[in-house]
């Protein structure tokens, strides 16, 4: 079974700093996608990035980009200019491209703390 | 509507008793999805829809809980005999399509406390 590991469940960053999120995962797929998703306070899960993992240029979204080193089996989010709306549960995912459940695995989240 | 949700925002009751948890999934999606959220054991996946059909249903918790999606559109999960290990926030999800390209769009969850 896949499993993704969070290691960091706290991160706390100054307002307009740089921080790194990290995310290992495990599986013996070649063929799957890599999310990464915010949870405010509200629940609402939205979605900040994603990666094919047959892909090898890294995806960026604006702030958000990430270090997706598929030998490693590692997917690290980067927030740059980080912003007090940024605080927030953030939570690496996985979802494999064969047949089975067909849901997402999650890590057990990072609390990111923005300091002003 | 807009996005997908989910009804009641909050739950609360008796050890023992059903309950019934409905999601609204963005109109025209054919999959849907279930996960539950706890402190314990974190985000998990339950279950997924395909039109109305869910092929798996292993990674429900207990054979006390099912659910069901009528007209490829709403979908119910019930807890029968509820107890106070089930309390949780269930997330639903719906996509485009069932293929894992596809973008998962999350509803705010209901938040179930059982006493």
């Known amino acids: 079974a896949q499993t993704v590991t969070q290691s960091q469940p706290e991160m706390s960053v100054q307002e307009a700093e740089t921080v790194t999120l990290s995310c290992t995962y495990d599986?013996?797929?070649?063929?799957?996608?890599l999310f990464w998703y915010k949870q405010p306070p509200s629940r609402q899960m939205i979605l900040v990035i994603r990666q094919e993992a047959y892909k090898q240029q890294n995806a960026t979204e604006n702030r958000f980009s990430v270090n997706f080193q598929k030998a490693a089996k590692s997917f690290s989010l980067k927030i740059s200019d980080s912003q007090l709306g940024d605080a927030a549960m953030y939570f690496c995912?996985?979802?494999?491209?064969?047949?089975?459940?067909?849901?997402?695995?999650f890590g057990k989240g990072t609390h990111l703390i923005i300091q002003p | 509507g807009a996005g997908v949700s989910q009804s009641p925002s909050n739950k609360v009751t008796e050890k023992g008793k059903d309950v019934e948890l409905r999601c609204d999934p963005i109109s025209g999606h054919t999959a849907l999805y279930w996960y539950r959220q706890s402190l314990g054991q974190g985000l998990e996946f339950l279950i997924y829809f395909q039109g109305n059909s869910a092929p798996d249903k292993s990674g429900l918790p207990s054979d006390r809980f099912s659910a069901e999606r009528t007209g490829g559109s709403v979908s119910t999960l019930t807890i029968q005999r509820t107890q106070q290990e089930d309390s949780a926030v269930y997330l639903c999800?719906?996509?485009?399509?069932?293929?894992?390209?596809?973008?998962?769009?999350f509803g705010p969850g209901t938040r179930l406390t059982v006493l």
């Open positions: 995912a996985y979802r494999d491209s064969g047949g089975g459940a067909d849901g997402l695995t």
């Open positions: 999800a719906s996509s485009l399509a069932l293929s894992y390209y596809n973008e998962q769009f």
């Open positions: 599986t013996s797929e070649s063929d799957y996608y």
